[in-house]
């Protein structure tokens, strides 16, 4: 790292260890917020104070701004309610069916559970874009274009989380409950939804997030089904917003839709970042 | 286990059957959205599937000829290289300084103040709408854009840099947003595996007089290589799948020259033209890239927990 060091005595190098920690990380601080807050100023900002150049303090133009991108033809409001929907639904859809897929390898022994096990970790890593070609051909033929089911229902299957429950019910569940509520006569399905369900509320969350935040970024697949204006969500805006006619286009009206897109997520990550990033290890290492 | 200390084993099979029925959404998607897709793409890359203006072409069953017409392109060589060169770009760059923050979280001697902070920060980029951020930086970036503007007014340059126009700048710009997205994430992995390293090593060795340096190269990066190893592998079958970004950031055109235009991309305009048999026979060799490269990291990962 910093060979210079080497040389210096042991008190002295770790001081100057820490402080020469502590300039990097704040300088990689200001290389990631740097752009937003780019992004921020600008969209307070009118087209033509921009084209004058960049100035570091925000101006007063953010709400004429905002009712210009209202009023002009991009679909705002109906892209973020889609936007909204298709994702809560799969975080709710993968969460819920991750854990019961997690809580059947878990707590059942079968014949086919290790074969199972394997092949799921097996179909973690392929990516849905090289089955997108049959993928939009079955859409095609089951008439699902323009509908949200595609993009929703397929999330059920979801190899991550899964891993990731996986790995919580082994560390939080001991088969002894399960048994126990056997005795009491709670039938499988109930204990499942009513005991074990409960148990698994910070991994059901952490996961929650993650699938939200992946649904509301994602781009390719929506941009192959979604065609119709009012279905649109906001990253194919987004995309639309590029290939129209940068130039004539007000540049105020820009920034405020990509902080429109990006901010709500921002938020509710620094609100809830102490459970994401604790969540990001337990998930991926132990693979 | 527990059901067999119960000993009847009537109620055993009774209660295992449910590990099956609870299986059964997860197998019924899979097998709808991903199954039957994935076989579906497979067998259209054998046939000759296309329109030439208004006419339809196929499908009509050719072999390999996909395969063969789509290898022997050297379009496709372009966008793999293309593809090759921005991830490494972004890669590199992305390991050191993980390695560099991730030894620096993990070692209590340094005290670091506000670690919490900067891990929420480092990880914050992999959150956003990379489309968004792709036109983000393509505002910012533009020739008469907020970056010129600042480059000029430190008297930097003297005439805005058309960083669109430029081969390397392009790619420059699609890997720097992508080690700006994955950087956090790569660090929080490689913290999580040193903290796994035993404690004792590190103190024998200082100890024994070894400086931090030392301790880094001998003792912590031998034993990150299976993390490190399954870091890259995962980011490669990542970088594979590169689009969002070079996509949004060039308009689709992968311009200038087509110099960053990716395999994805590629295979999104066989799509979207509905070339079914190229989109195919793209498709068929993507899945057994990506396919290797999971069973790397799965032989890997099984090493680990041996």
Same mark, same amino acid.
């Given at each position: 790292?910093?060979?210079?060091?080497?040389?210096?005595?042991?008190?002295?190098?770790?001081?100057?260890?820490?402080?020469?920690?502590?300039?990097?990380?704040?300088?990689?601080?200001?290389?990631?917020?740097?752009?937003?807050?780019?992004?921020?100023?600008?969209?307070?900002?009118?087209?033509?104070?921009?084209?004058?150049?960049?100035?570091?303090?925000?101006?007063?133009?953010?709400?004429?701004?905002?009712?210009?991108?209202?009023?002009?033809?991009?679909?705002?409001?109906?892209?973020?309610?889609?936007?909204?929907?298709?994702?809560?639904?799969?975080?709710?859809?993968?969460?819920?069916?991750?854990?019961?897929?997690?809580?059947?390898?878990?707590?059942?022994?079968?014949?086919?559970?290790?074969?199972?096990?394997?092949?799921?970790?097996? !179909?973690?890593?392929? #990516?849905?874009?090289?089955?997108?070609?049959?993928?939009?051909?079955?859409?095609?033929?089951?008439?699902?274009? $323009?509908?949200?089911? &595609?993009? !929703?229902? &397929?999330?059920?299957?979801?190899?991550?989380?899964?891993? @990731?429950?996986?790995? @919580?019910?082994?560390?939080?569940?001991?088969?002894?409950?399960?048994?126990?509520?056997?005795?009491?006569?709670?039938?499988?399905?109930?204990?499942?939804?009513?005991?074990?369900?409960?148990?698994?509320? &910070?991994? /059901?969350?952490?996961?929650?997030?993650?699938?939200?935040?992946?649904?509301?970024?994602? +781009?390719?697949?929506?941009?192959?089904?979604?065609?119709?204006?009012? %279905?649109?969500?906001?990253?194919?805006?987004?995309?639309?917003?590029?290939?129209?006619?940068?130039?004539?286009?007000?540049?105020?009206?820009? +920034?405020? *839709?990509?902080?429109?897109?990006?901010?709500?997520?921002?938020?509710? +990550?620094?609100?809830?970042?102490?459970?994401?990033?604790?969540?990001?290890? /337990?998930?991926?290492?132990?693979? | 286990?527990?059901?067999?200390?119960?000993? %009847?084993?009537?109620?055993?099979?009774?209660?295992?059957?449910?590990?099956?029925?609870?299986?059964?959404?997860?197998?019924?998607?899979?097998?709808?959205?991903?199954?039957?897709?994935?076989?579906?793409?497979?067998?259209?890359?054998?046939?000759?599937? +296309?329109?030439?203006?208004?006419?339809?072409?196929?499908?009509?069953?050719?072999?390999?000829?996909?395969?063969?017409?789509?290898?022997?392109?050297? $379009?496709?060589?372009?966008?793999?290289?293309?593809?090759?060169?921005?991830?490494? =770009?972004?890669?590199?760059?992305?390991?050191?300084?993980?390695?560099?923050?991730?030894?620096?979280?993990?070692?209590?001697?340094?005290?670091?103040?506000?670690?919490?902070?900067?891990?929420?920060?480092?990880? /914050? #980029?992999? /959150?956003?709408?990379?489309?968004?951020?792709?036109?983000?930086?393509?505002?910012?970036?533009?020739?008469?854009? &907020?970056?010129?503007?600042?480059? !000029?007014?430190?008297?930097?340059?003297?005439?805005?840099?058309?960083?669109?126009?430029?081969?390397?700048?392009?790619?420059?710009?699609?890997?720097?947003?992508?080690?700006? *997205?994955?950087?956090?994430?790569?660090?929080?992995?490689?913290?999580?595996?040193?903290?796994?390293?035993?404690?004792?090593?590190?103190?024998?060795?200082?100890?024994?007089?070894?400086?931090?340096?030392?301790?880094?190269?001998?003792?912590?990066?031998?034993?990150? %290589?299976?993390?490190?190893?399954?870091?890259?592998?995962?980011?490669?079958?990542?970088?594979?799948? =590169?689009?969002?970004?070079?996509?949004?950031?060039?308009?689709?055109?992968?311009?200038? =020259?087509?110099?960053?235009?990716?395999?994805?991309?590629?295979?999104?305009?066989?799509?979207?033209?509905?070339?079914?048999?190229?989109?195919?026979?793209?498709?068929?060799?993507?899945?057994?890239?990506?396919?290797?490269?999971?069973?790397?990291?799965?032989?890997?990962?099984?090493?680990? %927990?041996?």
């Amino acid at each position: 790292m910093n060979t210079e060091n080497r040389k210096i005595t042991k008190g002295l190098n770790i001081k100057a260890r820490r402080v020469i920690a502590h300039i990097v990380l704040v300088l990689i601080t200001l290389l990631c917020l740097f752009w937003f807050f780019i992004l921020i100023i600008n969209a307070t900002r009118s087209h033509s104070e921009m084209t004058r150049g960049f100035s570091p303090f925000p101006s007063s133009f953010l709400l004429t701004n905002w009712k210009n991108l209202l009023a002009g033809t991009l679909p705002v409001w109906s892209g973020l309610i889609n936007s909204l929907a298709i994702s809560s639904f799969s975080a709710l859809f993968s969460v819920y069916f991750s854990a019961m897929t997690a809580y059947a390898i878990h707590a059942y022994d079968f014949k086919l559970k290790k074969a199972m096990f394997t092949f799921i970790l097996m !179909i973690m890593m392929i #990516p849905t874009q090289v089955t997108a070609l049959g993928f939009l051909q079955l859409i095609g033929k089951l008439k699902l274009e $323009d509908s949200f089911i &595609p993009l !929703i229902v &397929p999330t059920i299957a979801a190899p991550i989380t899964f891993f @990731y429950m996986k790995q @919580y019910l082994e560390s939080t569940l001991p088969l002894s409950i399960v048994e126990a509520a056997r005795i009491d006569g709670s039938g499988e399905f109930h204990t499942f939804n009513r005991i074990v369900l409960p148990m698994m509320k &910070p991994a /059901l969350a952490v996961q929650a997030i993650f699938t939200f935040v992946s649904s509301w970024n994602n +781009y390719f697949v929506p941009a192959l089904v979604l065609h119709k204006d009012n %279905k649109k969500t906001l990253p194919i805006l987004i995309a639309q917003l590029r290939s129209a006619d940068f130039l004539k286009f007000d540049m105020g009206q820009v +920034y405020v *839709m990509i902080a429109f897109s990006i901010l709500p997520i921002i938020i509710v +990550y620094l609100l809830l970042s102490r459970y994401i990033v604790q969540g990001i290890a /337990l998930g991926s290492v132990k693979g | 286990m527990t059901n067999k200390t119960r000993g %009847k084993r009537g109620k055993v099979v009774s209660y295992n059957k449910w590990g099956y029925i609870f299986l059964i959404p997860f197998i019924l998607t899979y097998i709808v959205f991903q199954l039957i897709p994935l076989i579906s793409t497979i067998y259209n890359s054998f046939f000759e599937n +296309y329109r030439s203006g208004l006419m339809q072409i196929g499908p009509n069953f050719i072999g390999l000829e996909n395969y063969k017409s789509l290898l022997s392109n050297p $379009d496709i060589w372009v966008y793999t290289q293309n593809t090759l060169i921005m991830w490494v =770009m972004g890669f590199i760059p992305q390991i050191i300084v993980s390695l560099l923050l991730a030894s620096w979280f993990s070692d209590p001697q340094l005290r670091l103040k506000c670690a919490g902070f900067f891990k929420t920060i480092i990880y /914050l #980029p992999n /959150l956003i709408m990379a489309s968004a951020f792709a036109m983000l930086f393509f505002t910012l970036f533009a020739d008469g854009g &907020p970056i010129n503007s600042i480059l !000029i007014q430190l008297g930097i340059l003297n005439k805005p840099f058309k960083f669109m126009s430029n081969i390397w700048s392009v790619r420059g710009l699609i890997a720097l947003m992508n080690f700006l *997205m994955w950087f956090g994430n790569t660090t929080i992995l490689l913290m999580a595996g040193m903290m796994g390293i035993d404690t004792a090593l590190f103190e024998a060795a200082s100890v024994d007089g070894a400086t931090s340096t030392q301790i880094f190269y001998k003792i912590t990066l031998p034993l990150l %290589k299976p993390i490190l190893l399954y870091v890259m592998i995962t980011s490669l079958i990542g970088g594979l799948q =590169m689009y969002d970004v070079p996509q949004v950031l060039t308009n689709g055109t992968g311009e200038p =020259m087509r110099s960053s235009m990716t395999l994805i991309m590629y295979l999104n305009k066989h799509l979207y033209s509905k070339n079914y048999g190229m989109g195919g026979a793209l498709s068929v060799i993507l899945f057994f890239i990506t396919g290797i490269l999971s069973l790397l990291v799965f032989r890997f990962s099984n090493y680990k %927990k041996s």
